[in-house]
Each structure stands twice: as C-alpha cells, then as structure tokens.
C-alpha cells in the first residue's frame, strides 16, 4: 500500500501524463489514419486516370488508323473491289505496307464468301504480301465474332481482348466494315498486339490493370494477371459499378487462401461500344501499416515518457518536499514531550526555505520554544507550591508562593 505522499502525487501525476499522452496519440492516429486513407483514394484516382489516358490514347489512335486505312480503301473504284480477284490485285499489296508500318500482327479483308485476304507473318515466311485463306484451309471468316459483330454495328468494332498463339500477349482485333456504292465489299480486319500498351502499364509501380468487356485483363502493371479469368474483377467490376467512376471503395478480394481487404478505384469507359474499366487495387494493410507502425512507436513513447517523468517527479518531489519528512519528525517528538513521554523538547527545525515550508517551520519552532518556556515555568511553579505546602504543614505560615504558572 503506497503511503508516501511523494509517491501519491507521482503516481497519480504520472497517471494523469499516460492518460493524457494516449489521448493525444490516439486522437493523432485517428486523424493520421483518416489522412492516410483520404490521400491513397487521391492517388488511386490519380492513376486509375493516368492509365486510361493512355488506354484511350491508344484506342483512338489505332481506330483512327483502322479507319483512315479503310476510308483509303473505299478511295478505289467499285471495278477494283468488286471480285476476290480484284480484291487480292488492288488491296493484297497494301495490307502488308500498312500492317508492318502501323504495327499491326494481321492485316486483312474477310469477304462475303467466307475467305480472308491477309497479310501476316505466315505471309512473311512465304516472303509474299499476302494470301487468301479459307474454304481450302477448313475456315469460314463469317463465322469470326468480328466479322459478325462489325457488320451488325455497321462501324468499327473491337473486339474483347485473346491471347495470340505465338506471343501468348494480349490482342485486339479492330474490325471495319467496307461499303461502296452501297454494296458491301468486306470486313477490314487488323490485329494489334497490346506489346506497346503493356510496356506503358510496366512502368507504372503501383496495381494498375485494365478489363476488357468480359472483365478479363488486357494489360496490367503485374503480368501473371493478363488474360486470366477472375471472379473477383467480375465482382470489383459490379460493386464500382454501382459506386461510379473514380469512387473508392474497400473491396474483399478472395483467393484460394484467404480473404485480403483492399483499396479499390475504378473507372469505366467504352470505345465504339466497347467498353473497358480501368482499376487499382493496394492491400489495405500496406497502406494502413505505416499508419499501425506509428501508433506502436507511440506506444512505446508514451510508457518509456511517462515511467522517465515518473522518476523525475519523484525525484523533484523527494528533494522539494524532504522538509515534510523533518517536520512529521520534529512534531512527532514535540507531542511526546508534552504528554510526558520524554523529557527535552525537540530543537529548532533547520529550514531555511523562503516558501510554505519554511514559514510553517518558523511557526513551529516559536510555539515549541514557547511552550517549552510555558511548561518550565509551570513546572517550578508546582515545584515552588509543593514547597511552600510543606513548609506551612511544619508550621511555618509565613511561606508564599512567588512563582507564577504560565496558565
């Protein structure tokens, strides 16, 4: 049981500091945290943009390039388009020009009786512009997605993304369809290859990735995730969805393991139709561990602070508050000489302390001096009557008693 008022005011004092300080850290985590979480929503914002400017950059770029190549087409009369053997003439030629210049994997014209015209890197082998493959190969161009999706919409189509065989990245196909004079010449088809979009998403250091229309990434700053198939982009598809672009949103992402709980920013968007979500995602706990990191070392702070002031208040008490210890002591003796239980006074207490303690000090020492005066002067008194009753009790009534009691 603590019974020193030093270590009373200390602990308690030292108290008050622990509460005082966890107060501060946890008002100061509260605050941090909320900041923290307020900044990396900014900045997923600010990347989830940074990475579909340059998505919509490319998509405008290769669809302008889909486009003008058609229009050039359409320039020829109706005489050098209207055959297949026309067609393999006046347009075979180009395709190979502008597949190698626009750096396109494919460049090619899928016709209504189910050949397709093209130049690729089969045609590169062969060391010849183009060929036309079809019927004799087992192929039907009119059964391609983007021939039957480009000739419904009547425009430029792109196509969700597939992996190419040789490469294993990403691809797109942009599919145009060919009118002229009304009648209908065939589907432009170019294959692009994302090497160049990929390049762009590897510089970018943070979770970036973009989702075709079937929610599988084309291209994304980590490339074990390119064209795979996930329930949880599915799901992080719907729920910023709901949300809107650029809204953060925290997201349980479930793997075969466990359940992580992420940051999350979308934004989706579409091109002729073909719409795409470009998103971030960052672990939670790495952007908070700073934060948790922090809060220990505040911890830590706040028990070695206050243990430290502890002892230092002790300390400074023990010296300032010494002269109580003097006082008890000197009171303590002063109460046993008046009850008879020793036979000096206590002599004057030494504080010299121009404070409380000194003044209560002076006090003392002038009612123990003067009652010590009062009681010696009682005491002869007494003795000094004891006296004189002896003496009138011999007969002698002369005797007086000369001394005077202090009460």
């Excluded at 602990?11 to 941090?32: D, E, N, Q, R, Y």
């Excluded at 929503?41 to 390039?65: C, G, R, S, Y």
């Excluded at 004079?181 to 510089?203: C, P, R, T, V, Y």
């Excluded at 795979?228 to 672009?245: C, D, H, P, S, V």
Aim: with cysteine.
């Amino acid at each position: 049981m603590v019974k020193s008022i030093k270590t009373k005011i200390a602990c308690l004092v030292g108290a008050l500091m622990v509460i005082a300080l966890l107060g501060i850290g946890l008002i100061t985590f509260i605050v941090t945290r909320s900041n923290t979480l307020e900044l990396a929503a900014h900045t997923q914002a600010n990347n989830v943009k940074m990475a579909d400017a340059i998505i919509a950059d490319f998509m405008a770029t290769n669809f302008k390039a889909t486009q003008e190549f058609g229009n050039m087409i359409l320039e020829m009369p109706y005489e050098k388009l209207a055959t297949q053997e026309a067609v393999m003439e006046n347009v075979g030629p180009l395709l190979r020009s502008f597949r190698i210049g626009g750096n396109f994997m494919n460049a090619g014209i899928g016709r209504e009786n189910g050949e397709l015209i093209v130049s690729d890197t089969e045609s590169d082998k062969e060391k010849i512009s183009h060929y036309s493959y079809g019927k004799a190969h087992n192929y039907d161009v009119r059964t391609r997605d983007w021939y039957i999706e480009a000739k419904k919409q009547n425009g430029i189509y792109i196509s969700p993304a597939y992996e190419d065989t040789l490469t294993h990245l990403p691809c797109f196909t942009f599919a145009y369809p060919l009118y002229k004079d009304g009648k209908f010449i065939g589907i432009l088809s170019l294959d692009l290859m994302l090497e160049q979009l990929q390049d762009h998403f590897n510089a970018i250091p943070v979770n970036v990735f973009a989702l075709d229309s079937i929610h599988v990434p084309f291209a994304a700053s980590n490339k074990e995730i390119l064209l795979k198939e996930n329930e949880n982009f599915k799901a992080l598809y719907a729920e910023t969805a709901k949300q809107g672009n650029y809204k953060n949103i925290l997201f349980d992402y479930v793997s075969s393991n466990e359940t992580e709980r992420k940051m999350a920013t979308c934004n989706h968007a579409s091109v002729q139709g073909q719409a795409y979500s470009v998103c971030t995602l960052e672990d939670l706990s790495m952007i908070q561990k700073p934060i948790w990191d922090m809060a220990t070392l505040q911890s830590i702070l706040v028990v070695l602070m206050s243990a430290i002031s502890m002892i230092v208040l002790f300390v400074v008490l023990y010296i300032y508050l010494k002269p109580v210890e003097t006082i008890k002591k000197s009171l303590l003796t002063f109460f046993a000489f008046l009850n008879h239980e020793v036979k000096t006074a206590p002599k004057p207490l030494h504080i010299t302390t121009h404070d409380e303690l000194g003044e209560m000090a002076h006090a003392i020492n002038e009612n123990i001096e003067k009652t010590k005066l009062g009681l010696e002067q009682d005491s002869k008194a007494v003795a000094q009557a004891v006296e004189t009753a002896k003496t009138i009790e011999a007969g002698d009534f002369r005797a007086r008693i000369t001394e005077t009691p202090h009460n």
